[in-house]
């Protein structure tokens, strides 16, 4: 579970990471990130976005607890001071616990890369 310092609950915040942090895909989760977007002594964020094309309601909280379990694990691979919106697509449903965390270390690696000059 993730405790209340490593949520990201304001609407503002949650766009600017989306319109402002870098994005990474995978089958089943984007994620927009904005890596030490604050100071590094303070917690990483992570908000969570389900919507209904992943299914009703029951579905998509289960994808959502999936989610939240498998990003806690994972919050230390990510620097301090981070914030990250997490996006379930339609295939999330589907797919064990196994796939989306592998789903969610591929987009978390793609995230932290650096872009080198071409």
């Given at each position: 579970?993730?405790?209340?310092?490593?949520?990201?609950?304001t609407s503002?915040?949650?766009?600017?990471?989306?319109?402002?942090?870098?994005?990474?895909?995978?089958?089943?989760?984007?994620?927009?990130?904005?890596?030490?977007?604050?100071?590094?002594?303070?917690?990483?964020?992570?908000?969570?976005?389900?919507?209904?094309?992943?299914?009703?309601?029951?579905?998509?909280?289960?994808?959502?607890?999936?989610?939240?379990?498998?990003?806690?694990?994972?919050?230390?691979?990510?620097?301090?001071?981070?914030?990250?919106?997490?996006?379930?697509?339609?295939?999330?449903?589907?797919?064990?616990?196994?796939?989306?965390?592998?789903?969610?270390?591929?987009?978390?690696?793609?995230?932290?890369?650096?872009?080198?000059?071409?």
């Open positions: 579970m993730l405790s209340a310092a490593h949520r990201l609950r503002d915040d949650i766009r600017t990471t989306i319109r402002r942090g870098r994005r990474a895909g995978s089958r089943t989760v984007l994620a927009h990130g904005r890596l030490r977007a604050r100071s590094s002594e303070d917690a990483t964020r992570v908000a969570f976005v389900v919507g209904k094309q992943v299914g009703n309601a029951v579905t998509r909280n289960t994808v959502k607890r999936r989610l939240r379990a498998l990003m806690a694990s994972r919050l230390s691979a990510l620097p301090g001071g981070s914030d990250v919106v997490l996006r379930a697509l339609p295939p999330a449903a589907r797919r064990s616990s196994v796939e989306l965390g592998h789903d969610l270390d591929l987009v978390l690696e793609r995230l932290s890369q650096t872009r080198t000059p071409s």
